[in-house]
T-cell receptor, first 114, second 116 residues
Framework: AQSVTQPDIHITVSEGASLELRCNYS??????LFWYVQSPGQGLQLLLK??????LVQGIKGFEAEFKRSQSSFNLRKPSVHWSDAAEYFC????????????FGGGTRVLVKP | DAGVTQSPTHLIKTRGQHVTLRCSPI?????VSWYQQVLGQGPQFIFQ???????GRGNFPDRFSARQFPNYSSELNVNALLLGDSALYLC???????????????FGAGSRLTVL
């Protein structure tokens, strides 16, 4: 069975500082990996995705993530955080055989200090 | 282009009642999936429908049911509501059944259900 762990429930970062959100997954085959962001009262917006190929994936809003198979990780990074990046971030894993079923982590809430 | 639209946006029900939530996918998308997001948790998969057929079901009781219409819109029904059904219900659409390929999921803003 698939599972996703986001070890950090909350992270506080100063505006302009770098951000890294951790994600560890468990899946027997090659996973499809996603990061979504959710602002208060909103649905989920896709930041980036990994299916195959280059393990460093670029996304929207200046985010990137790196797939490390040996560590079963897919950490999300941003070099310089903006106040508008305050939101909840979800890592998710899927697979071709699973159709549209994504398994989400519990989320990491990011607070940005001025 | 309109995104995934869900209705109602908020609703309050009492225990034992029934609720119907509605979802209109992005134009051209044939697959609709439903997820439940309890406060403080990540979304959990409930159902996937493609071309009006159920393609996947998560670990939810039979009180939860759904259907997809010829225009690809969808309804999620929950019977005999429990307090624990209070959650944000998210609908997502994709072009095809395999939403994890090039056809990624696009989510709506959700319907927030409160059960008293």
């Amino acid at each position: 069975a698939q599972s996703v762990t986001q070890p950090d429930i909350h992270i506080t970062v100063s505006e302009g500082a770098s951000l890294e959100l951790r994600c560890n997954y468990s899946y027997g085959a090659t996973p499809y990996l996603f990061w979504y962001v959710q602002s208060p009262g909103q649905g989920l917006q896709l930041l980036l995705k990994y299916f195959s190929g280059d393990t460093l994936v670029q996304g929207i809003k200046g985010f990137e993530a790196e797939f490390k198979r040996s560590q079963s990780s897919f950490n999300l990074r941003k070099p310089s955080v903006h106040w508008s990046d305050a939101a909840e971030y979800f890592c998710a894993v899927g697979a071709k055989a699973a159709g549209n079923k994504l398994t989400f982590g519990g989320g990491t809430r990011v607070l940005v200090k001025p | 282009d309109a995104g995934v639209t869900q209705s109602p946006t908020h609703l309050i029900k009492t225990r034992g009642q029934h609720v119907t939530l509605r979802c209109s996918p992005i134009s051209g998308h044939k697959s609709v999936s439903w997820y439940q997001q309890v406060l403080g948790q990540g979304p959990q998969f409930i159902f996937q429908y493609y071309e009006k057929e159920e393609r996947g079901r998560g670990n939810f009781p039979d009180r939860f049911s759904a259907r997809q219409f010829p225009n690809y819109s969808s309804e999620l029904n929950v019977n005999a509501l429990l307090l624990g059904d209070s959650a944000l219900y998210l609908c997502a659409s994709s072009l095809a059944a395999t939403g994890t390929g090039a056809n990624v999921l696009t989510f709506g803003a959700g319907s927030r259900l409160t059960v008293l």
